[in-house]
Structures are given as structure tokens and as C-alpha cells.
């Protein structure tokens, strides 16, 4: 009895675990982007993505996907490092840059149309959804091609070079290619005219549900792994074999991946091996940055073009 009351507690927190968190932070977001009298509301977002953090940092400890992936592979300083610079210090240094680079083209659409393209008159949360179909659009090729194009497979290699899945491994990607992701995430936004209370909430949503994509916790989506692109999805992304990593490749939606054939879920296999098929691949921040324009030390065109990746 006491066996299955605990798979019972056990099983209703994972279908709940992600939409309770996802609520909570957008709906505080929500509340703050309301009350709020700051000229840079979207910086309130910084701790609902830090409480955020801890939670499911917590909960892969009380509830993990695989008890092994909570040991550590030397691995936490790495992706800390990543964290700070890819994911905190680029973004605030090329969100000017695109202000600046698109503002012409922002004032002259609003010129054409009025005094920008956004809907801002309808509901906060249509708005959020409207954003988060239109980057990931662009999000999805620049992915898929990051697995296509074998100059962005060497940089995005990087974001699968972890041997386990844990949130903080969300962070690990090459400066450059961050870069080339933040386009899509940022441009439309500035060019339409987005206001600062949706973008608040679209920044939560991205960073929360990026942790969450990334964690080592026991979820179950349900019917809502047709529309989120969860962890569920998500693992069979960083798997070694390229008939299962070249799929889900949706930043938070799996609507794309629906629409072009890319979309993967065996519902009865488990995730084996993750990771790449170079064991020499380097582990330190510098040589990850390094990586890339070094042939010798990492082979991507060896990894992507080997047999073995298609084997079962």
C-alpha cells in the first residue's frame, strides 16, 4: 500500500512540477509588470529566474530523472562560467547593438503602419504566445542547421559535449553561437515594436522552461509534450545517435518540429547514452571556446559523418 501511494505522489508531481513553476514565475511576472514603475521592468525578470534556479536545482535531488546524472563530472564550474558569459553578459551586450542597428527599420515600419506592428492591445498572455511562435521559427532552422552545416555543428557541438543532463548545462554554448541564436529571439522584436511587459514575460518563459529543459528531474507532459518541448523531448535531442538527436529541435515549443517532420518521441525507449562520440572532446571553458577552429581536437566532421551515430 505504502509502495503505491509513493509512485502515486510520485507520478502526480511529475505531470505537475513544470506547469506549477511555469505559473508561478509568469504569473509573479505578470504582477510586477503591473505594479512595477521601473523603466527596465524587464530586469525584474533576473530573480523569478534565480528562485527558479534553486527550485529545480531542489527537485533533482528529490525527484530525479537518473540518480546518476546528479554526480558531478567536474563539470558545475564549466557551466557556471558559461552561464555568466554566454547567457547573463552577451545578451546585455548585443541587445544595444540590435536596438541600434534595427531602430531605421522600426521607424519606418511604424511609419507605414502606425506606430508599431505589435498587437498590444490584446491579452498579455496572446501576446506572449504570439511571441514565442515568432522566435521560434527562426530559432528552429538556426538549429536545425547548427546539426545541417558542419561549421555551426563545430560550434554548437559545444552544447552537446555534457556526458549527463542537469539545469545548469541549459547555459553551455559557444559565445559566437549564442550569438547567432539571439537573433531570431531578439530582431523581430525590435523591428514589431514588442512592448516591455511581453518581453518580460517571454524572457521568464524562455529561461524557466530552458532549465527545465535541460533538468534532471522526473517529469511527465502528457499530451503537452505536443506542445511544449520539455525534457521528455528534449533528451532524445542530446542523444548520440544522430536518428534521435537530429530531432525536437524547438527552444520552447515543438510546433515547428510538428510542422517540418522533425518531431521525436518513442514513448516506450528510454534515452541510453548522450553526449558526443568524441571522447577526447576537451572539458575546460577555454579549450570549448577554443574547440572549434581546431581540427585536431575536435573532429565534428568525423562525429557527424560517423556510422556509428546511426547505429542501434
Same mark, same amino acid.
Not at 511544449?228 to 542523444?239: A, D, G, I, M, P
Not at 572532446?281 to 581536437?297: H, N, R, T, V, W
Given at each position: 500500500?505504502?509502495?503505491?501511494?509513493?509512485?502515486?505522489?510520485?507520478?502526480?508531481?511529475?505531470?505537475?512540477?513544470?506547469?506549477?513553476?511555469?505559473?508561478?514565475?509568469?504569473?509573479?511576472?505578470?504582477?510586477?509588470? %503591473?505594479?512595477?514603475?521601473? #523603466?527596465? $521592468? +524587464?530586469? &525584474?525578470?533576473?530573480?523569478? /529566474?534565480?528562485?527558479?534556479?534553486?527550485?529545480?536545482?531542489?527537485?533533482?535531488?528529490?525527484?530525479?530523472?537518473?540518480?546518476?546524472?546528479?554526480?558531478?563530472?567536474?563539470?558545475?564550474?564549466?557551466?557556471?562560467?558559461?552561464?555568466?558569459?554566454?547567457?547573463?553578459?552577451?545578451?546585455?551586450?548585443?541587445?544595444?547593438?540590435?536596438?541600434?542597428?534595427?531602430?531605421?527599420?522600426?521607424?519606418?515600419?511604424?511609419?507605414?503602419?502606425?506606430?508599431?506592428?505589435?498587437?498590444?492591445?490584446?491579452?498579455?498572455?496572446?501576446?506572449?504566445?504570439?511571441?514565442?511562435?515568432?522566435?521560434?521559427?527562426?530559432?528552429?532552422?538556426?538549429?536545425?542547421?547548427?546539426?545541417?552545416?558542419?561549421?555551426?555543428?563545430?560550434?554548437?557541438?559545444?552544447?552537446?559535449?555534457?556526458?549527463?543532463?542537469?539545469?545548469?548545462?541549459?547555459? %553551455?554554448?559557444?559565445?559566437? #553561437?549564442? $550569438? +547567432?541564436? &539571439?537573433?531570431?529571439?531578439? /530582431?523581430?522584436?525590435?523591428?514589431?515594436?514588442?512592448?516591455?511587459?511581453?518581453?518580460?514575460?517571454?524572457?521568464?518563459?524562455?529561461?524557466?522552461?530552458?532549465?527545465?529543459?535541460?533538468?534532471?528531474?522526473?517529469?511527465?507532459?502528457?499530451?503537452?509534450?505536443?506542445?511544449?518541448?520539455?525534457?521528455?523531448?528534449?533528451?532524445?535531442?542530446?542523444?548520440?545517435?544522430?536518428?534521435?538527436?537530429?530531432?525536437?529541435?524547438?527552444?520552447?515549443?515543438?510546433?515547428?518540429?510538428?510542422?517540418?517532420?522533425?518531431?521525436?518521441?518513442?514513448?516506450?525507449?528510454?534515452?541510453?547514452?548522450?553526449?558526443?562520440?568524441?571522447?577526447?572532446?576537451?572539458?575546460?571553458?577555454?579549450?570549448?571556446?577554443?574547440?572549434?577552429?581546431?581540427?585536431?581536437?575536435?573532429?565534428?566532421?568525423?562525429?557527424?559523418?560517423?556510422?556509428?551515430?546511426?547505429?542501434?
Amino acid at each position: 500500500m505504502k509502495t503505491l501511494k509513493t509512485n502515486f505522489l510520485k507520478e502526480f508531481a511529475a505531470r505537475l512540477v513544470f506547469p506549477v513553476v511555469m505559473g508561478l514565475g509568469l504569473g509573479v511576472g505578470f504582477f510586477l509588470s %503591473r505594479s512595477s514603475e521601473s #523603466e527596465n $521592468i +524587464i530586469a &525584474l525578470g533576473s530573480p523569478i /529566474v534565480l528562485a527558479a534556479l534553486v527550485i529545480i536545482g531542489i527537485l533533482e535531488r528529490l525527484m530525479p530523472y537518473k540518480s546518476e546524472w546528479n554526480k558531478s563530472h567536474n563539470d558545475v564550474g564549466n557551466d557556471t562560467i558559461h552561464l555568466f558569459i554566454t547567457q547573463i553578459l552577451i545578451g546585455r551586450i548585443m541587445q544595444p547593438f540590435w536596438i541600434f542597428v534595427f531602430a531605421g527599420l522600426t521607424s519606418y515600419l511604424a511609419s507605414q503602419y502606425g506606430s508599431d506592428i505589435w498587437p498590444h492591445e490584446i491579452n498579455l498572455f496572446l501576446q506572449l504566445f504570439l511571441a514565442l511562435l515568432i522566435a521560434e521559427f527562426g530559432r528552429y532552422w538556426v538549429h536545425r542547421w547548427a546539426h545541417e552545416i558542419p561549421w555551426l555543428w563545430r560550434l554548437h557541438a559545444i552544447h552537446h559535449s555534457p556526458k549527463r543532463l542537469y539545469f545548469l548545462n541549459a547555459a %553551455r554554448f559557444h559565445p559566437i #553561437e549564442k $550569438i +547567432i541564436f &539571439l537573433i531570431p529571439e531578439t /530582431v523581430p522584436f525590435i523591428i514589431l515594436g514588442a512592448n516591455a511587459e511581453c518581453l518580460l514575460l517571454y524572457a521568464i518563459f524562455n529561461s524557466i522552461h530552458g532549465l527545465f529543459q535541460h533538468s534532471n528531474i522526473y517529469i511527465k507532459m502528457g499530451w503537452l509534450n505536443y506542445i511544449f518541448s520539455l525534457t521528455e523531448l528534449h533528451r532524445w535531442h542530446h542523444s548520440k545517435k544522430v536518428g534521435e538527436s537530429n530531432s525536437n529541435y524547438g527552444n520552447n515549443l515543438i510546433v515547428w518540429d510538428l510542422i517540418f517532420g522533425t518531431f521525436y518521441w518513442p514513448k516506450k525507449k528510454l534515452v541510453k547514452e548522450i553526449g558526443l562520440l568524441n571522447p577526447e572532446y576537451p572539458e575546460g571553458y577555454l579549450s570549448q571556446l577554443k574547440a572549434p577552429f581546431l581540427g585536431d581536437i575536435d573532429k565534428p566532421d568525423d562525429y557527424y559523418n560517423s556510422p556509428e551515430r546511426y547505429a542501434d
